[in-house]
């Protein structure tokens, strides 16, 4: 082989990886949009058009909406581009919180848990976090509760006060004493309380909730699953299957720039099916560690984190993310959208998952005599006898998540 034969075999290899590295990053919407716009420009790479549902009109423009909305994932993705770009142990820290990252916008595990999960000092992933923090608009997301997400907008504005630092510390007595235990912890009076509290209801509590982020109701899933014997068989649909044709042209009226275009088509072919095969391989994974969820539901929900994922699989963390981005698995109990199913034990000594222990919760909830309902100190002690290590303020958090009012308020309503 002569060294320009060689020097473009290399070329060509060295292509051919990129567009696999490329496609593998791109979420569903982000491949449609490049295919489209490689297609304008090569001649060779024929797409088809996936036949649309039957569909009204309305439904054509609640799709359209859906579609223009970025999701809160790929929004961050590019917000934090210049971080993960970074390669090496940023790109693994960033990419490892935004996977992390919840609906609301808010940071779903403790930096400490994420730390030791990627095997590094809780000191990185604290710092990295206040990059993040930083870096990506709207103020408020990566939060780790409400003060945060309160306190990182009030310093973006340059609106944080002594007094609105010292309610802001004390805000969880707000549900359980009202204003004036609040007055009281932070030695305030209670009219500048109030006007403080003003002031907060003001900003965004859950700054990721207006990103779509479940499209459930707007397509078609993208996998089915159908149970067979102990395990599942998936069918991926065919929103997921290549779309891309590579046009016939005879050899002998083939010029320089028709060969150079059926290279880059066919190079294109490639990494879409190497895209398939990995979506394939997470989702199987996805599936195999979470059976029991597409039998029974939340309660059989799985402690599960992409990180595992990507260790099953081989593919880099920030590669699992992007594939299970927007993705819609179809089972048993209805569609699921993929990214749902992950979630870490509800705390680092629990082996249950958080919609594990909040369905818990809900059932003994459900069972509660009205007039004496259970506090939330003695449904942490009823979960802890039951081998479930969780706090009363985790207790708390998800009883709130699953939009069950406090004890008193439930009492009232009895």
């Known amino acids: 082989m002569t060294v320009g034969l060689q020097l473009r075999a290399r ?30 420009d ?42 993960i770009g970074q390669g090496g142990l940023m790109e693994t820290v ?15 595990r403790a930096p400490e848990e994420i730390a030791a999960g990627l095997g590094v000092e809780d000191r990185l992933v604290r710092t990295a976090l206040k ?9 408020g997301l990566f939060a780790r509760d409400l003060s945060e997400c309160l306190r990182l907008q009030l310093e973006d504005r340059e609106a944080l006060t002594p007094e609105l630092e010292g309610i802001l510390a004390h805000l969880p007595l707000l549900e359980k004493g009202g ?64 779309v891309i044709e590579i046009a016939d042209v005879p050899r ?16 294109l072919k490639q990494a879409l099916e190497v895209r398939v095969s990995a ?5 199987g994974s996805l599936v195999a560690r979470q059976g029991g969820y597409f039998h029974l539901g939340d309660a059989a929900l799985a402690p599960l984190t992409m990180s595992e994922i990507a260790q099953e699989t081989g593919f880099h963390l920030s590669t699992v993310s992007r594939v299970l981005n927007g993705l819609l698995i179809e089972g048993p109990n209805g569609i699921v959208a993929a990214r749902s199913l992950f979630g870490g034990a509800a705390s680092t000594q ?23 309902p259970i506090s939330d100190r003695g449904l942490t002690a009823l979960l802890q006898a039951e081998g479930i290590a969780v706090s009363r303020r985790v207790v708390s958090n998800y009883r709130r998540d699953i939009g069950i009012p406090s004890p008193a308020q439930r009492r009232r309503r009895a």
């Open 11 to 40: 070329q060509s290899q060295v292509f051919r990886l990129g567009q696999v590295v490329d496609l593998l990053q791109m979420s569903a919407a982000e491949l449609d949009r490049h295919l489209a716009e490689l297609a304008q």
């Open 42 to 83: 090569n001649p060779m790479l024929i797409l088809r058009r996936r036949p649309p549902a039957a569909v009204s009109a309305t439904d054509v423009l609640e799709m359209t909406a859906v579609a223009e909305a970025n999701s809160l994932y790929d929004h961050v993705f590019r917000e934090l581009a210049g971080l």
């Open 94 to 108: 960033v990419t490892a919180l935004i996977a992390e990252l919840e609906p609301s916008g808010w940071l779903g």
């Open 131 to 139: 990059v993040v923090q930083k870096r990506v608009e709207p103020v």
């Open 179 to 242: 204003v004036t235990a609040l007055a009281g912890a932070a030695g305030m009076a209670l009219d500048r309380v109030q006007q403080g509290l003003a002031v907060l209801r003001r900003l965004d509590p859950k700054p990721g909730s207006g990103f779509a982020t479940d499209a459930t109701l707007m397509r078609d899933p993208d996998v089915r699953l159908s149970p067979r014997g102990a395990g599942w068989e998936i069918e991926f649909l065919s929103s997921l299957q290549p």
């Open 252 to 267: 002998r009226g083939r010029t320089a720039e028709t060969t150079e275009a059926l290279a880059r088509a066919r190079a």
């Open 279 to 283: 979506l394939r391989q997470v989702v």
């Open 350 to 372: 629990a082996a249950q998952s958080r919609p594990q222990v909040q369905a818990r919760i809900r059932a003994l909830l459900a069972g509660e005599d009205p007039a004496r």
